[in-house]
């Protein structure tokens, strides 16, 4: 299918691109080397409304659907990682909580900062017992009063640096497991909150993850997002949702990772001759290109499916599969195609290589999607 954008989208992606290939791509090595995206950058990014992606009109944001989203994911993923992951994260799973589930005083209160970009959301669900097993939720909520407590640790927090509110997932009622848990939007600076250690990671320099740590951590009741007892519903709907924006920004990186391949066999020369006229080089940048191709038509299928309000679980969990594992195999190839100076730290290939990885494991690892398209199968031809 050919999706054709309108002109909003259109000019938006243009300068997108221009933006990225002219500011980000300039100090990415920068990034690298200092473990830190510039504060210019983060200007700039506000300005051009980057940071208010999934945000409606009304609360100052750019009021765009799922394909439009991915259109403009497709050109951030094209450049550093660790930038690319502090606007998807907020945007994402840090936002898409509140846009769907926040009540009008709520969605007044934090959204407009939060498109703006003076306020950076962040999704805390996992926890040191509660990775993949994201019910066996340690961190409580008891209600006193006009406030509830939390008592517990989430860690590999994206964002959590950064960031000045949090959708946190905590359980109310141990004795309903799953059906305990609620979601509430916690603020940096609320009693009892304060973010822990800072995990130093394999890539996306520039993205920080921490822990964070809640000691009898005051939420006032007007903070529950959603229904009491409906969080790990919640949670599983708000991954669903950014699915198909991870997968943009995969595709996005993948294509980079394309034009630098294409770049390298084209200019370099082994026995008198580019290495593209040598058949091994040759199929491995086809088979690239062929990855790329099948993984723009099932994110924007997908992303349409999401505009017009169908059921997703199961087609979001297949592409959040398929995506970071192309991606993994495109940025594998790349190193193969560039060879030594695949490898080496100066080269923005190896940076590619490292941060594919933990695609296959945030937001829900490979062997999860699996089991959630499983379990759809099964109902389907139950």
């Not at 309000?309 to 192309?326: F, P, Q, R, T, W």
């Amino acid at each position: 299918m050919d999706y054709q954008f309108d002109e909003d989208i259109l000019f938006l992606k243009k300068n997108v691109r221009a933006f990225v290939q002219s500011e980000v791509e300039e100090v990415a090595m920068e990034i690298e080397r200092e473990d830190k995206i510039p504060a210019a950058i983060i200007d700039m990014s506000k300005e051009m409304g980057l940071f208010g992606l999934s945000i409606p009109e009304e609360y100052g944001g750019l009021g765009i659907g799922m394909v439009g989203k991915c259109a403009l994911y497709e050109e951030i993923g094209a450049t550093h990682n660790g930038y690319t992951t502090l606007i998807g994260a907020h945007t994402g799973i840090g936002t898409v909580g509140i846009v769907e589930l926040g009540t009008k005083a709520q969605k007044e209160k934090y959204l407009p900062p939060m498109a703006r970009g003076d306020k950076i959301g962040a999704f805390a669900l996992t926890e040191p017992s509660a990775g993949s097993n994201a019910s066996n939720l340690k961190t409580t909520a008891v209600k006193k009063g006009d406030k509830y407590i939390l008592n517990g640790t989430k860690h590999y927090i994206t964002n959590a640096t950064e960031a000045d509110v949090f959708t946190v997932m905590a359980v109310t009622d141990p004795s309903k497991g799953a059906k305990g848990i609620t979601s509430f939007i916690v603020e940096k600076d609320f009693p009892g909150f304060r973010v822990g250690a800072v995990e130093p990671k394999m890539g996306l320099k520039g993205s920080h993850s921490a822990e964070l740590i809640l000691e009898d951590c005051e939420v006032p009741v007007e903070n529950v997002l959603g229904e009491e007892g409906k969080g790990y519903i919640n949670a599983l709907k708000i991954l669903a949702n950014g699915r198909a924006g991870l997968a943009a920004r995969n595709l996005g990186s993948c294509q980079k990772l394309l034009d630098l391949s294409m770049n390298q066999v084209l200019e370099r020369e082994q026995f008198g001759v580019p290495i593209m006229e040598h058949q091994a080089v040759a199929h491995m940048v086809a088979e690239i290109a062929v990855e790329i191709e099948a993984l723009r038509s099932f994110t924007y299928r997908v992303a349409s499916m999401v505009d017009e309000g169908e059921k997703v679980i199961k087609e979001a969990a297949m592409l959040k599969l398929y995506g970071s594992e192309v991606y993994n195999r495109v940025a594998d190839k790349a190193v193969q195609v560039h060879g030594g100076i695949g490898y080496i730290a100066d080269f923005p290939i190896e940076r590619f290589y490292r941060d594919a990885r933990i695609t296959r494991i945030y937001e829900g690892t490979s062997e999860i999607q699996k089991n959630i398209i499983s379990g759809q199968l099964k109902k389907e031809y139950s």
